[in-house]
């Protein structure tokens, strides 16, 4: 069987965490289609637990959806200073820091997600931290405006449920972290 393959990559703009390419590809019958690619350095997120058991989250304003969204603490990986990318973990915990104030000796890792593979390739490692140690301030990028607050697992998953949490990342993440309890992992 022949396979998809790609025949030509353009560039078609650079954004400020993304590029968007147009891609001509052959299908196994022989046509050619053109498929849309948006390239991401990728993600971290982390899912902050407390002492208590509550989950700590972000509200922040999300430009594509045009509204605010509860989110669990998420963000880019920085290019390091010898041209290589951080490491998601390293990330993770670096934007609960800054977005919450919380601090975690350690985190493992949870699940990882293609947030929308069918046009990009943006992958997002998904860790878990417990034991958070007290919030000390947070330190927002410029243009960040976040506020956090703590749930109960249970209203969180009421939330999904209700469409009241879309966001994928935090949706995947929440249910695994339930599915663990739930299982005594």
């Known amino acids: 069987m022949d396979e998809i393959r790609r025949l030509k990559r353009e560039v078609v703009s650079r ?3 993304t590029t ?3 891609d001509t590809m052959r299908l196994p019958g022989g046509g050619i289609v053109f498929y849309d690619h948006v390239e991401h350095r990728g993600a971290a997120a982390i899912v902050p637990v407390r002492r208590d058991g509550r989950i700590v989250l972000v509200r922040q304003y999300r430009n594509s959806i045009e509204r605010e969204t509860w989110e669990i603490p998420a963000g880019g990986l920085n290019l390091l200073s010898d041209g290589s990318v951080e490491p998601t973990k390293q990330a993770a915990i670096r934007e609960l820091k800054e977005e919450t104030g919380y601090e975690t000796g350690d985190a493992e890792l949870l699940i990882s997600i293609y947030s929308a593979p069918a ?3 943006e992958k997002v490692d998904i860790y878990l931290a417990t034991g958070l140690h007290d919030p000390g301030a947070q330190h927002l990028d ?4 976040v506020e ?3 749930f109960s697992l249970e209203e969180l998953k009421e939330m999904i449920f209700q469409c009241k949490i879309q966001d994928s990342k935090t949706v995947a993440a929440i249910l695994a972290y339930a599915d663990r309890i739930q ?3």
């Not at 410029?142 to 405006?145: D, L, W």
Request: hydrophobic share 5%.
């Open 183 to 185: 299982e005594g992992k």
């Open 142 to 145: 410029e243009e960040e405006y």
């Open 119 to 121: 046009y990009c390739n």
């Open 15 to 17: 954004g400020g965490i």
């Open 20 to 22: 968007y390419y147009k």
């Open 148 to 150: 956090y607050r703590d």
